[in-house]
């Protein structure tokens, strides 16, 4: 039996749980840090000092310097933006030389991809999904209609390029005449090569040896379970495996991974449109999300806000086989005279015992609610959990208990400090 591990970090509700924390945090404690699925429709925010720092391609622990991070197979990977992380990086001082690597197996976001996105967006109206138009509908398409261009075809820039204008020049087929000018795109992305190549390995080769010789390693999420493409609220979803599947098939590890460290906000967030059971409009969403922050990290847009909806995370729970849990942003219910916690959903009066398969029985749902105490006092400085007033432990507890998973690190503010270890 190994002694070395392979954890995985996976967001339980709509995204942006807070991976980006916790990955920072426990990359102490790995040595190779890997992000499996999605594109730079993902934000994820560390801090150093007052520092914000978002990640969109690039693991969250590249700021530990002696750890490698690995941009895995799942991936779908726009270079622009990655040549831009990039940037930030080194201004802050990070070195990336033999410590950042992309599988030759993660596919390649061009800035058609985007185009097409917005106008796929455009077309649909009201009934749009409301996607990041980060192009990853689109590059994951292409990815499964096998025209896709993975990151190792680069190696060869002249057949490279015939491939990229052929995939233009069929876009153009199915989505007209739209305006964009892919010269100037392949005469950027031939002006970042000597960059970009160094980067390009077998990274799941890699993974492997690395594991052999006793390496441990940290897959890190994107998006979040319920906006898998097969287990969340179909089609308002991304367009890749955000849960437990897509981690071990973006990285191609073994799927023997524990701890799987589910991430759960206090309450709920979504950005973008579909059903959303616990959503609030009143005063208090208003709260959350002013005290929270709740503005998407890589659109910029409000997010929705709503109560902790325990049906959906008990079932994102078994869905990814949480071992543990992080509960973030404990922090932000603070100054809530009542907290409500979705317990069961009742649909035509008849209560369900497993989420509904449509979305628009999804948009119909009554969540039953249980009204808990809240707390006044600031949890910030609570370092264990007998810090806690009453009511806060309670609140822990009781989601415990709908779960029946175990919690173990509890969020408390945004800094990697700002955190109780159970
Ligand atoms: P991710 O996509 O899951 O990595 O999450 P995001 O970075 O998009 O959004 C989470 C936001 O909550 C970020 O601004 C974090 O800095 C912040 N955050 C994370 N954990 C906590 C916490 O425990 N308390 C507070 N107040 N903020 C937190
Ligand atoms: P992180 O990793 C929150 C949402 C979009 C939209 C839907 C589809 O930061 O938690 P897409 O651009 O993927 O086609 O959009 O999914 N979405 C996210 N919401 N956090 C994310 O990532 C998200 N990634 C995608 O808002 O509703
Ligand atoms: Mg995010």
């Known amino acids: 039996m190994r002694s070395n591990k392979i954890a995985a970090i996976i967001g339980l509700q709509w995204g942006d749980e807070g991976k980006g924390k916790l990955v920072d945090i426990l990359t102490e404690k790995y040595d190779v840090i890997v992000r499996s699925t999605g594109g730079a429709n993902a934000g994820h925010t560390i801090y150093r000092e007052a520092k914000k720092i978002v990640f969109h391609l690039i693991p969250s622990g590249m700021m530990h310097k002696d750890k490698i991070c690995i941009i895995g197979n799942g991936v779908v990977a726009h270079l622009p933006t990655l040549i831009e992380e990039l940037n930030t990086l080194k201004s802050l001082g990070a070195k990336i030389a033999g410590r950042l690597f992309i599988s030759d197996r993660a596919h390649i976001v061009f800035d058609f991809h985007k185009i097409i996105d917005g106008m796929q967006e455009e077309k649909k109206g009201g009934s749009n999904v409301g996607t990041t138009r980060r192009g990853i509908g689109p590059a994951y398409t292409d990815k499964i209609s096998r025209i896709g261009i993975r990151m190792g075809e680069l190696r060869n820039f002249e057949s490279f390029s015939k491939r990229f204008m052929e995939n233009v020049r069929m876009a153009r087929v199915m989505y007209g005449n ?245």
């Open 178 to 422: 739209f305006e964009y000018d892919e010269n100037h795109e392949l005469n950027y992305l031939k002006s970042i090569m000597p960059e970009i190549l160094p980067l390009i390995i077998n990274t799941e080769h890699y993974l492997h040896e690395a594991y052999k010789k006793g390496k441990s390693i940290l897959i890190e999420g994107a998006n979040g379970t319920m906006l898998d493409i097969d287990h969340g609220t179909y089609p308002f979803v991304t367009s890749s495996n955000a849960s437990i599947g897509g981690a071990i098939a973006g990285s191609g590890l073994p799927a023997q991974i524990n701890p799987v460290i589910g991430i759960l906000k206090a309450y709920t967030t979504r950005v973008g449109g579909g059903p959303f059971p616990t959503e609030l409009h009143d005063e208090t969403g208003k709260y959350l999300r002013e005290k929270g922050g709740e503005f998407g990290s890589t659109t910029g847009r409000p997010r929705r806000c709503g109560w902790f909806d325990a049906v959906v995370a008990r079932w994102t729970c078994v869905i990814n086989g949480a071992t543990e849990i992080n509960l973030t942003k404990l922090d932000v219910l603070s100054g809530l005279k009542k907290i409500r916690i979705a317990t069961a959903y009742e649909l035509d009066g008849k209560k369900l015992d497993s989420l509904p398969y449509s979305t628009e029985d999804f948009a119909r749902i009554t969540p039953i609610y249980e009204e808990m105490e809240g707390w006044d006092e600031d949890i910030s400085k609570c370092a264990h959990f007998k810090d806690l007033p009453p009511a806060a432990q309670k609140y822990i507890k009781k989601i415990e208990k709908l779960l029946g998973c175990p919690i173990k690190y509890i969020g408390t503010g945004t800094g990697a400090k700002d955190l109780i270890k159970m």
